[in-house]
């Protein structure tokens, strides 16, 4: 059975930092597509970050380019998002996500959520 467990969400104040977490268990995050997606309240889900199983190509979104990082420890099959100058704006549920591809089949599979408020 595939589980993916975050950490390090909390109350931040603008312009500090918090580094999530995402611990896989019953997969190898090296041979998915990570990502992180956050759910600010009513609104959409949105993609933050990713990074490649093939060739560790990352990807973010311009709202977050230059601020966030995402990484991945395949010794602790464990995938980051190291975030720098949090805004308010960035206050949101933040969502593992490991999408495994077969040749016939995609398996999306989410962690349980972490939220991060930025607030003064």
């Known amino acids: 059975q595939v589980q993916l467990v975050e950490s390090g969400g909390g109350l931040v104040q603008p312009g500090g930092s918090l580094r999530l977490s995402c611990a896989a268990s019953?997969?190898?995050?090296?041979?998915?597509?990570a990502k992180w997606y956050r759910q600010a309240p009513g609104k959409g889900r949105e993609l933050v970050a990713a990074i490649t199983s093939a060739d560790g190509r990352i990807n973010y979104a311009d709202s977050v380019k230059g601020r966030f990082t995402i990484s991945r420890d395949d010794a602790k099959n464990t995938v980051f998002l190291q975030m720098n100058s949090l805004k308010p704006e960035d206050t949101a549920v933040y969502y593992c996500n490991a999408l495994l591809q077969t040749w016939d089949k995609n398996y999306n599979y989410w962690g349980q959520g972490a939220q991060v408020t930025v607030s003064s």
């Open positions: 019953g997969l190898i995050f090296s041979t998915t597509a």
